[in-house]
């Protein structure tokens, strides 16, 4: 079993910065693919960024040139740099990590951008 948490939420005005953290934990053997979803009350949860053990990222349309995910295989953790934020992106962020063919997710955590 994984455990992942996140951390790094919080209220911030429009055109701010918000960092977040996700740590994962457990029995942990090798993490492939790590990442960021969102899902806005009404919603469905929709991919924000993905990460390979290797580096290659993959970005959501709506945070291209805004958001950058990073990654520390040392320390099995996953990052989300989110800049120029916008009402829009108000969300519970969740980050996920797939060890083998599980994927795992954490308990999530609240961005609210104010206008």
């Known amino acids: 079993q994984v455990q992942l948490v996140e951390s790094g939420g919080g209220l911030v005005q429009a055109g701010g910065s918000l960092r977040l953290s996700c740590a994962a934990s457990?029995?942990?053997?090798?993490?492939?693919?790590m990442g960021w979803y969102r899902q806005a009350p009404g919603n469905q949860r929709e991919l924000v960024a993905t990460?390979?053990?290797?580096?290659?990222?993959n970005y959501a349309d709506s945070v291209k040139g805004r958001f950058t995910i990073s990654r520390d295989n040392a320390k099995n953790t996953v990052y989300l740099q989110m800049n120029s934020l916008k009402p829009e992106d108000t969300a519970v962020y969740y980050c996920?990590?797939?060890?083998?063919?599980?994927?795992?997710w954490g308990q999530g955590t609240q961005v609210t951008v104010s206008s």
């Open positions: 996920n990590a797939k060890q083998g063919s599980i994927v795992y």
């Open positions: 990460i390979t053990r290797g580096g290659s990222t």
């Open positions: 457990g029995k942990i053997f090798i993490i492939s693919t």
